[in-house]
């Protein structure tokens, strides 16, 4: 597919020689944070983002949320590998530190839309995190085939001031998935919040 997108852009999820697309990836990276001391010795601050899942149905209602709390749907078609409390402690490794991965073939018939979020559980303003990229793509957690959208909400001015963002929505039409790639951050503090944002603006 080799897309990559901007924000608002939309897709099917169709492949050149007409497969349909079955694995998708969500990747989150960042960093910790620098603090320099009155000696110039440098501290470091470990910053806890969370990427969740939240599946909805036709009326929006949440069906089912993967987060670090639940790691797997109940129709194991969403699957989060665990919470990273931390971020890189020692600069960029270039590796996912936290991964939701999504079949599409498993899920639940009646799920129709299938949002992707981020928040900063501690509260981290995102322009204070030294780099973190999310990155949405076809393949695994260990092969990263076609990236469909890229984000670096540590270096782009409009997530200044913002600890929550939703990063894309599947959506299902005429009995097809599609992606809307969001990109957008919101003025949420807490994941429930998140979700509600998304009921009401981007579903």
Known sequence: MAINLQKGQRINLKKENGAILQHVCVGVNWGAIVKTGWLGAGSKEAVDLDASCALLDGNKKTIDLVYFGNLKSKDDAVKHSGDDLTGDMDGDDGLDNEIITLNFSKLNPSVEYIAFVLNSFRGH????????????????????NDIFATYNIAKEPGFAGHVSMVMGV?????????????????????????????QQNYL
Do not use: C, H, Q
Not at 177 to 195: H, M, Q, S, Y
């Open 170 to 198: 599947f959506y299902k039409r005429n009995n097809e998935w599609k992606f809307n790639a969001v990109g957008e951050p919101t003025k949420d503090r807490r994941l429930e919040d998140t979700i509600k944002t998304v």
């Open 125 to 144: 303003d995102f322009d204070t995190i030294p780099f973190a990229s999310i990155r949405i793509y076809e393949g695994s957690p260990v092969l990263v």
